[in-house]
């Protein structure tokens, strides 16, 4: 895929606004070879190389999901994991010292921060699992009592890499699971900062096996029915019309045709009730999903799905 444009570039960097000339370019310098050693280290993910992904949902969240034909993508500051995302991760302590101290240390130090802000508070996640029988997930989203939803990848590529974004378009990353954080030096050192950023997490997650779509600054749908434009929302209804919404609470929905929908597995603790309700949206979905129903394996300590013909 081609790299992002030079417009693009310096819609990504911080306005390097200054009475000096020089400190202004090297600064714009600084966060062009970023953003430049981060695509030459494999910030495009093949959408692909997972024939198929998952996601656990509660039964209310499954039949939105199926409901609607969607996705949802949630800003990176309200992931459940404290450390996901934060500039914390990166070592800030080795900045470059100029002639004159100019710009100061200080400053050059607040700014990588708020880079690193900046660009946490523009990325909206859509979290997916390689896996559908793990016991934990299961346990996390609804006690058994949920739902886990298969997607073909190759389909659902052809809808989300048309969504209109800032910068870079849909993207994939495979999360990267660490027992320590290794902080990499942000102005000396050759880590694809891009990717560390969005996409490392400590090692306890790595039950989840997680693959992270993800949407920079997705471009709302307004009254637009234009597929490539994200309708955006609030999963909640506010209080009153006059009631304050901070703008990282609204979600990102990018419309996905029925063939994405691979599958449909059953949580093995799920009410018959729901049980009927969501084969049946599953079904006017995707005439063809293939429905499980999760079950004890009596030889191991897993779970394993059986046809729902």
Not at 50 to 65: E, S, T
Not at 111 to 140: F, P, Q
Not at 222 to 246: C, T, V
Request: with cysteine.
């Amino acid at each position: 895929m081609p790299g992002p444009d030079r417009a693009s570039l310096f819609h990504f960097i911080a306005p390097c606004n200054t009475a000096s000339q020089d400190f202004s370019l090297n600064l714009c310098i600084h966060n062009i070879e970023l953003l430049k050693r981060d695509t030459n280290a494999k910030l495009y993910y093949s959408m692909t190389s997972d024939a198929k992904l998952y996601k656990y949902l509660d039964v209310k969240g499954g039949l939105a999901m199926l409901h609607y034909s969607n996705l949802q993508f949630t800003n990176a500051t309200r992931l459940n994991d404290p450390f996901d995302c934060h500039p914390a991760l990166f070592d800030f302590s080795n900045a470059p010292v100029y002639k004159n101290n100019w710009p100061p240390t200080d400053f050059l130090i607040e700014k990588g921060i708020n880079d690193l802000e900046n660009l946490r508070n523009s990325a909206w996640v859509c979290s997916l699992s390689k896996v559908h029988d793990s016991l934990l997930m299961w346990t996390y989203y609804g006690n058994h009592e949920g739902v886990c939803i298969g997607l073909d990848m190759e389909n659902t590529y052809k809808y989300i890499s048309k969504i209109h974004c800032s910068m870079f378009g849909a993207m994939k990353m495979d999360v990267q699971y660490r027992d320590v954080i290794e902080k990499p030096d942000y102005f000396h050192g050759a880590r694809d900062y891009f990717t560390y950023l969005l996409s490392t997490k400590a090692k306890a997650w790595e039950h989840e096996q997680e693959v992270r779509l993800l949407l920079l600054d997705p471009i709302p749908a307004g009254s637009s029915n234009h597929p490539n434009f994200a309708p955006m929302g609030l999963p909640y209804k506010p209080k009153n019309r006059k009631e304050a919404i901070d703008w990282k609470e609204v979600r990102a929905y990018p419309h996905l045709g029925s063939e994405c929908f691979d599958s449909l597995y059953l949580g093995i603790k799920i009410g018959k009730e729901e049980r009927e309700k969501i084969i049946k949206e599953a079904r006017k979905c995707n005439p063809d999903i293939k429905i499980y129903q999760m079950t004890v394996d009596p030889d191991a300590f897993r779970l394993k799905g059986l046809p729902i013909l």
